[in-house]
C-alpha cells in the first residue's frame, strides 16, 4: 500500500519560514518524480516544485526564491523549505510522486499565513 504523509504545515506571520515534509511508503521512493502542489480556496491546484530523481529542480515562478525543494532517498522523504512566506502562500500543500503511469497523492497539509 502506497502512501505519502505529509507533516509541517501551520500559522505563520508574514515574512515567516516553514519546513514540510512528506515521508513515503510502499513505493521505491528514488525512482519517483516528486512535487509539490497546493490549492488555494477557490482556486485551482497548482505545481508549486519539482524534483526529479536526477536531482533535476523546478518551481513555479510565484515561489522562486523563496522555497527550495530537497530529496532524502534513504529516508524515503522530500522536503519543501518556505522561507518569506506571504498571505497569498496560504493554501493547502500536498506531496505527489510520479513515475510513468503512476500517480499517488498525500492528504495534504494546511498552511495559513496572516499578515
Known amino acids: 500500500q502506497v502512501q505519502l504523509v505529509e507533516s509541517g504545515g501551520g500559522l505563520v506571520q508574514a515574512g515567516g519560514s516553514l519546513r514540510l515534509s512528506c515521508a513515503g511508503s510502499?513505493?521505491?521512493?528514488?525512482?519517483?518524480?516528486m512535487n509539490w502542489y497546493r490549492q488555494a480556496p477557490g482556486k485551482q491546484r497548482e505545481l508549486v516544485a519539482t524534483?526529479?530523481?536526477?536531482?533535476?529542480?523546478n518551481y513555479a515562478d510565484s515561489v522562486k526564491g523563496r522555497f527550495t525543494i530537497s530529496r532524502d532517498n534513504a529516508k524515503n522523504t522530500v522536503y519543501l523549505q518556505m522561507n518569506s512566506l506571504k498571505p497569498e502562500d496560504t493554501a493547502v500543500y500536498y506531496c505527489?510522486?510520479?513515475?510513468?503511469?503512476?500517480?499517488?497523492w498525500g492528504q495534504g497539509t494546511q498552511v495559513t499565513v496572516s499578515s
Open positions: 505527489n510522486a510520479l513515475r510513468r503511469v503512476e500517480n499517488y
Open positions: 510502499g513505493i521505491i521512493f528514488s525512482l519517483y518524480i
Open positions: 524534483i526529479t530523481s536526477g536531482g533535476t529542480i
